[in-house]
């Protein structure tokens, strides 16, 4: 008679199950996952040692901690983002997103469900001919071009930074160009 091994699952997770590979510990799998070390153990009350963990054993990776403040705003993370679609999506360079998100250890491994902050894009790194405006909430370049009297391709030229006109935000700082 063969008897196969009960391996116990974690209970509920507030994050990812990693089912262990040969070679994997928790703190291999810590730091590959950017998860504080005492926060997969937590998780992972079924592990009487973990110290032991086995090939096929399926354990709990919590998600990286939120940033607790944000100069943007939060986004949580689905299947199949990366950070360098997320940079383009947003216009907002991946330095930047990685400086607000110190919580991702490595930039090529993020998970559905974390939550990140995207920060607001910086203001042109031009000379503005015109002037300096914030963009308030609900604003779209077509409202803003209309109250300053310019067209939305004057102020997307004027604007390098931002990668898609139907993409800007509250708090975003753009060159409004003089209208000549």
């Known amino acids: 008679m063969i008897v196969k091994r009960q391996i116990p699952s974690p209970p509920d ?18 730091a590959r996952f950017g998860t504080p070390l005492s926060q997969i153990i937590a998780a992972n009350p079924q592990l009487t040692d973990p ?62 469900g974390q939550i990140i902050c995207i920060p607001i894009p910086p203001p042109p790194a031009i000379e503005c001919s015109g002037f300096l405006y914030t963009v308030a909430a609900g604003e779209t370049l077509t409202i803003i071009a209309t109250r300053f009297g310019v067209t939305v391709q004057q102020i997307f030229a004027a604007n390098p ?13 753009i060159c409004i160009p003089a209208n000549n």
Not at 16 to 29: K, P, S
Not at 161 to 173: H, T
Request: glycine content about 8%.
């Open 13 to 30: 997770c507030s994050g990812f199950i990693y089912t262990v590979v040969r070679g994997d510990t928790l703190f291999i799998l810590s």
């Open 51 to 112: 110290n032991v963990i086995l090939p096929g054993q399926r354990i709990c990776i919590p998600l990286p901690p939120a940033p607790e403040t944000c100069s943007g705003f939060f986004y949580t993370i689905v299947s199949g983002d990366t950070l360098g679609a997320i940079s383009q999506r947003f216009g907002v360079r991946l330095v930047d997103i990685a400086v607000a998100n110190p919580q991702i250890i490595n930039p090529d491994v993020i998970f559905a």
């Open 161 to 173: 930074q931002i990668i898609d006109v139907n993409q800007i935000f509250a708090g975003q700082q």
